[in-house]
C-alpha cells in the first residue's frame, strides 16, 4: 500500500511556493513536505485537520512535494 504521493515542480525565479490540500478529515489525514533538488526537508506541515498548507520563498530549481497519508484508508485529497 502507497500512503505517499510525490509531485515535482520546476521554478524559473525566485518566488514563494503554496502548496494546500484539503480533504475530509473524517476519511483520512495527510502531511505536506517540501525538498529540495538533494531532497533536503525546507518546510512542512504536519498534525491533525484539513487544509494543510506550506509558504516557502524558493529560488529557481526543481523541488519535490509530498503528500504523506498519516491516517484513515477511504478518502481523496486536492492539491492546489
Avoid: H
Avoid at 15 to 44: I, K
Amino acid at each position: 500500500i502507497d500512503f505517499d504521493d510525490y509531485f515535482l515542480i520546476t521554478v524559473d525565479c525566485p518566488t514563494t511556493v503554496t502548496v494546500q490540500a484539503t480533504f475530509t478529515a473524517s476519511e483520512m489525514d495527510l502531511d505536506l513536505y517540501l525538498y529540495n533538488q538533494f531532497d533536503s526537508l525546507l518546510a512542512s506541515q504536519t498534525g491533525l485537520g484539513s487544509p494543510k498548507t506550506i509558504n516557502f520563498a524558493v529560488n529557481p530549481g526543481t523541488y519535490k512535494i509530498r503528500a504523506g497519508k498519516t491516517s484513515g484508508w477511504g478518502g481523496n485529497y486536492t492539491l492546489n
